[in-house]
């Protein structure tokens, strides 16, 4: 029996050209009376492709219905642009809150997944960048593609170019056979370029050249050789004053950043901690097979207030931290020393150093602790029971639930019963 071939993939995959290709496959099996295993292995490859390609075409009609809903984002709440996303079924391996810039880059990064556009996440280090590139990757029409990550600034300058383009046998000294490159590795999928600031002016170039020629040649060989990457570079320079300067090549910094997405430090989404703490505190819980911790009221003021020069990564490691030294309740000496409030005491966060803060900050911190004062202070005077405080002060009981969740109170340690004797 014969078995018709299925045309190649065009460039350009549309629902006609797939009903058509699943027509010869349909066509081919009717006549089929026994099939021998190269032929179901052959069926098997063009069921394979089809299946690819209406993966694309899936991936293409949530753009569309995406950028149709986009219209009228700016008449949106942030939380229901949050809650968009999350319908649109955003793949995200982390968690977001509300936050206005950080909403912003993901819907970027949602806009920009199914484009083979190039991305550039900036931000300072642990701000998610790395964490983003593989959101564009998995929300992409290569997401079960490759997704290979190289660090630009951990590879020893002299074999960069072999790192990221491969080498053939006895290019160099140490070259003992033929090796596939980053870019090669990552061949219909996506390739991540971390720390793209670190990588010095000669290998720019061949980047440069790779980018625009989509073809690229082994250390030690003339033959180029054609790779279809999609290219996602992260840094936390700032590349165009560094082209200004002549440390970084500006055609390159264009070329890489025709899609520029910038992670805000988490000092400014701080209304982002509450939902990271609780998060991470799961996710330590896990990870160290144990209860989650909690967080002493003092202790989760300080951290809602704190500047994590470290931005997320040192957030979750605060938290990791807490998670193995703390038994039940964690408290300001479980904090990594350089993490401890600046004011040597442990008492109170209310030292604000002008120099490190702006009056808007500074309204927010006192706010907050007034809020918080005044929820202790209303706790302890009803003993503890929240719907009373609720009627007395008039407030909406499941807000006030939020306020004491946001400010880590829990009203049980106001009960009578629960003061140390
Ligand atoms: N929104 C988020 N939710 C959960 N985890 C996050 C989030 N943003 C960052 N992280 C985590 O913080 C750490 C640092 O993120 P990473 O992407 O490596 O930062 P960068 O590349 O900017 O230095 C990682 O463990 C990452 O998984
Ligand atoms: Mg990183």
Same mark, same amino acid.
């Given at each position: 029996?014969?078995?018709?071939?299925?045309?190649?993939?065009?460039a350009?995959v549309?629902?006609?050209?797939?009903?058509?290709?699943?027509?010869?496959?349909?066509?081919?099996?009717?006549?089929?009376?026994?099939?021998?295993?190269?032929?179901?292995?052959?069926?098997?490859?063009?069921?394979?492709?089809?299946?690819?390609?209406?993966?694309?075409?899936?991936?293409?009609?949530?753009?569309?219905?995406?950028?149709?809903?986009?219209?009228?984002?700016?008449?949106?709440? *942030?939380?229901?642009?949050?809650?968009?996303?999350?319908?649109?079924?955003?793949?995200?391996?982390?968690?977001?809150?509300?936050?206005?810039?950080?909403?912003?880059?993901?819907?970027?990064?949602?806009?920009?997944? /199914?484009?083979?556009? /190039?991305?550039?996440?900036?931000?300072? *280090?642990?701000?998610?960048?790395e964490?983003?590139?593989?959101?564009?990757?998995?929300?992409?029409?290569?997401?079960?593609?490759?997704?290979?990550?190289?660090?630009?600034?951990?590879?020893?300058e002299?074999?960069i170019? *072999?790192?990221l383009?491969?080498?053939?046998?006895?290019?160099?000294?140490?070259?003992?056979s033929?090796?596939?490159?980053k870019?090669? *590795?990552?061949?219909?999928?996506?390739?991540?370029?971390?720390?793209?600031?670190?990588?010095?002016?000669?290998?720019? $170039?061949?980047?440069?050249? $790779?980018?625009?020629?989509?073809?690229?040649?082994?250390?030690?060989?003339?033959?180029?050789?054609?790779?279809?990457?999609?290219?996602?570079?992260?840094?936390?320079?700032?590349?165009?004053?560094?082209?200004?300067?002549?440390?970084?090549?500006?055609?390159?910094?264009?070329?890489?950043?025709?899609?520029?997405?910038?992670?805000?430090?988490?000092?400014?989404?701080?209304?982002?901690? /509450?939902?990271?703490?609780?998060?991470?505190?799961?996710?330590?819980?896990?990870?160290?097979?144990?209860?989650?911790?909690?967080?002493?009221?003092?202790?989760?003021?300080?951290?809602?207030?704190?500047?994590?020069?470290?931005?997320?990564?040192?957030?979750?490691?605060?938290?990791?931290?807490?998670?193995?030294?703390?038994?039940?309740?964690?408290?300001?000496?479980?904090?990594? /020393?350089?993490?401890?409030?600046?004011?040597?005491?442990?008492?109170?966060?209310?030292?604000?150093?002008?120099t490190?803060?702006?009056?808007?900050?500074?309204?927010? $911190?006192?706010?907050?602790e007034?809020?918080?004062?005044?929820?202790?202070e209303?706790?302890?005077?009803?003993?503890?029971k929240?719907?009373?405080?609720?009627?007395?002060t008039?407030?909406?009981?499941?807000?006030?639930?939020?306020?004491?969740?946001?400010?880590?109170?829990?009203?049980?340690?106001?009960?009578?019963?629960?003061?140390?004797?």
């Amino acid at each position: 029996m014969k078995i018709v071939d299925v045309p190649a993939q065009d460039a350009t995959v549309s629902f006609g050209g797939v009903l058509e290709k699943i027509e010869i496959l349909r066509n081919s099996l009717r006549w089929a009376s026994n099939l021998e295993r190269p032929q179901i292995e052959k069926l098997l490859k063009q069921s394979n492709e089809l299946r690819d390609e209406v993966m694309q075409l899936s991936h293409k009609e949530r753009f569309i219905s995406a950028s149709a809903k986009a219209k009228t984002r700016a008449q949106l709440s *942030s939380a229901e642009r949050r809650q968009a996303l999350l319908d649109r079924q955003f793949v995200y391996d982390g968690v977001f809150g509300d936050n206005p810039a950080l909403l912003e880059c993901l819907e970027t990064a949602e806009k920009a997944a /199914p484009t083979d556009l /190039p991305v550039l996440v900036d931000g300072e *280090s642990g701000t998610g960048k790395e964490l983003l590139a593989k959101v564009i990757h998995a929300n992409g029409a290569r997401a079960d593609r490759p997704y290979v990550s190289v660090n630009c600034g951990a590879i020893p300058e002299n074999l960069i170019e *072999s790192e990221l383009f491969g080498h053939k046998k006895g290019a160099f000294t140490g070259a003992t056979s033929d090796r596939k490159g980053k870019f090669e *590795s990552a061949h219909n999928g996506t390739i991540f370029l971390d720390e793209i600031g670190e990588l010095p002016l000669p290998g720019q $170039v061949k980047l440069l050249r $790779v980018l625009q020629a989509h073809e690229i040649q082994r250390v030690g060989s003339d033959e180029p050789i054609p790779v279809d990457t999609r290219v996602v570079a992260a840094t936390n320079r700032n590349l165009l004053q560094m082209a200004q300067e002549g440390t970084f090549r500006e055609d390159l910094y264009y070329r890489l950043s025709v899609i520029q997405v910038t992670l805000p430090p988490l000092r400014e989404r701080r209304d982002e901690i /509450p939902v990271l703490l609780d998060y991470f505190i799961d996710q330590a819980a896990e990870l160290l097979a144990r209860p989650p911790v909690r967080l002493s009221a003092r202790l989760r003021r300080h951290l809602l207030n704190y500047d994590y020069p470290g931005n997320i990564r040192e957030l979750r490691n605060i938290v990791l931290r807490m998670g193995c030294l703390a038994d039940d309740l964690a408290d300001i000496e479980h904090l990594p /020393p350089t993490a401890r409030p600046a004011t040597g005491s442990t008492a109170e966060v209310q030292g604000i150093d002008i120099t490190s803060m702006s009056l808007s900050d500074a309204k927010k $911190v006192a706010s907050d602790e007034a809020e918080r004062h005044y929820l202790e202070e209303g706790l302890r005077a009803v003993n503890g029971k929240v719907s009373e405080l609720a009627r007395e002060t008039g407030m909406n009981r499941s807000h006030l639930q939020t306020l004491l969740k946001k400010h880590g109170i829990s009203y049980k340690d106001f009960r009578e019963s629960a003061k140390p004797g």
